[in-house]
């Protein structure tokens, strides 16, 4: 008996015996078995994909859960007992860039007074990542929690939010520097533009919604040349990538608060210095090389004019963060919908007293005993602006800031902390 196969497609067509009587009965009988046997295939076919996809999410889950480097009841653990807050009337605050510069000094201030705490930090390689791992140790050493984790990651920024209910976010997470950007233009817009982007859409759905305070820059002034710079000047001129991702920044925040009423306030610094600093600013790497003996690169100007720079002590800057997280006011939307105006504030952050680079090295020299071997060239075009000049009378009336520090007593201390930190004994490395 011929198969079905032979039956439907016979090698050897003129073997067959036409019945003209009954060959259309037939081929209409056959047409519809191979139909129903076609259907019942690709109904079998269907059910076996089906089956493979959800085996395969199974497997890919159950493997990101084994990977991923956060998660599970310890972690949650650790977080909640980290932002858990030991004052009357305290805030529980996400801290975004926690490892940094700024955001370990800040977390600190926060921890001592008795605000919750939670921190979030990257670890990137832009300067060495040992830094930043000794800031985690002593934020642990303090009882405060760093999530190693980007901000960029959405599950990760919502699982946060679902664990704790964040009075406040201070995010300080960014790519920086001016120079860097012509190398890697792409850092500056995944991390200022897209993590900034990220954290406001978990912030707007949160329930409740958190107080944002966020580092702008003084570097979207770019190109403003009337002194010294004011809230209200003109900063559609940057001179860098990193300034036009900063400026992106304060509109994009503008935005959410117009949208969606978070209450959202913008925080341009003035070149911040002090212990445990970035090894990429000038005041950093000068220590570094005149301890080491090894020439440093001073810019000048147009016209062999000296760059100035409003260089603003760490501690003051922790003040005016503190004091924007404390003066904050309520966002007032709920899921996702506004439900009335929300505060929308933008605040220079400076020491007001601009000092000229080469008096910067100066004093290293002084505090250092080390004379420094000086290579003068002219101001390539590489994005940095001649000079930086802040107006804080509206911080001073706002927020009661009032930088103490001045240039010289800030760097006794920074080099006092360097010469611990690296272990320099007579301007030679003990190690």
Known sequence: MPSLEEELFPSTPGKFKIDRGHTMNRQFNRCFASTSTMFLWALFLIALTASYL??????????????????????EKQIRSSAQIHRSKGMSVLVTGAAGFVGSHVSLALKKRGDGVVGIDNFNSYYDPSLKKARKSLLNSRGIFIVEGDINDARLIAKLFDIVAFTHVMHLAAQAGVRYAMENPHSYVHSNIGGLVTLLEACKTANPQPSVVWASSSSVYGLNEKVPFSESDRTDQPASLYAATKKAGEEITH????????SITGLRFFTVYGPFGRPDMAYFFFTRNILQGKPITIFRGKNRVDLARDFTYIDDIVKGCVASLDTSGKSTGSGGKKRGPAPYRIFNLGNT?????????????RHLKVKAKRNIVDMPGNGDVPFTHANISLAQRELGYKPTTDLETGLKKFVKWYLTYYGYNRGKAVH
Do not use: K
């Not at 935005?255 to 978070?262: E, W």
């Not at 007293?353 to 020299?365: G, Y």
């Open 255 to 262: 935005t959410y608060n117009h949208i969606y009423g978070l």
């Open 54 to 75: 959800s085996f395969q999410s199974f497997v890919d889950s159950g493997s990101r859960y084994f990977t991923a480097s956060w998660g599970g009841i310890q972690w």
């Open 353 to 365: 007293s601009p000092v000229t680079v080469p008096t910067l090295v100066q004093i290293l020299e």
